[in-house]
T-cell receptor, first 112, second 112 residues
């Protein structure tokens, strides 16, 4: 089984709808992250959490919110989706110290 | 302001030859650098990393070189194989937090 899972893998939604993307991990890591990838722009950090009680904004948090329900679960919400939030969304986790992040398979979100 | 730059959007090499992917950074506080590989429809996967106390790190066919004075790092793949065809992201973090800043990526195509 994958260490980092994301649901759904694909989602099409309409402008103005609320949508939640979910991430679960079995690596036992405290740190979790949400990124979005747009063509030609690389990965940009939306939110990150270093433990259940710690939530921090990344470089592009406007229009998004997150919830860290447990060490293993980190959800990203779009309260009112807009077309320019169409992107690939990735969840990631990391362990102690400066270390690599492990990414989920991604969610392709389309807002029409 | 882009702190991690990958100035070549794409690179094409012949199988068996060397692939060299380049990355420049502007933030002198960065002290840990990573390379990720990404196939279509998958999340990025960690490839290799280097701490700022080193100038070279090697793992099989992959070697990363760091030139701190030039704020430049490169990834060498020798010999290149068709399965190496993917988008490669350079990433960096500083010692005060564990966030990663990513470059925009370079699409490597290895031709048989």
């Amino acid at each position: 089984d994958a260490d980092v899972t994301q649901t759904p893998r694909n989602r099409i939604t309409k402008t103005g709808k609320r949508i939640m993307l979910e991430c679960s991990q079995t690596k036992g890591h405290d740190r979790m992250y949400w990124y979005r990838q747009d063509p030609g722009l690389g990965l940009r950090l939306i939110y990150y959490s270093f433990d259940v009680k710690d939530i921090n904004k990344g470089e592009i948090s406007d229009g998004y919110s997150v919830s860290r329900q447990a060490q293993a679960k980190f959800s990203l919400s779009l309260e009112s989706a807009i077309p320019n939030q169409t992107a690939l969304y990735f969840c990631a986790t990391s362990g102690g110290g400066p270390s690599e992040q492990y990414f989920g398979p991604g969610t392709r979100l389309t807002v029409t | 302001d882009q702190q991690v730059k990958q100035n070549s959007p794409s690179l094409s090499v012949q199988e068996g030859r060397i692939s060299i992917l380049n990355c420049d950074y502007t933030n002198s506080m960065f002290d840990y650098f990573l390379w990720y590989k990404k196939y279509p429809a998958e999340g990025p996967t960690f490839l290799i990393s280097i701490s700022s106390i080193k100038d070279k790190n090697e793992d099989g066919r992959f070697t990363v070189f760091l030139n701190k004075s030039a704020k430049h790092l490169s990834l060498h793949i020798v010999p290149s194989q068709p399965g190496d065809s993917a988008v490669y992201f350079c990433a960096a973090s500083d010692g005060s937090n564990y966030k990663l800043t990513f470059g925009k990526g370079t699409l490597l195509t290895v031709n048989p």
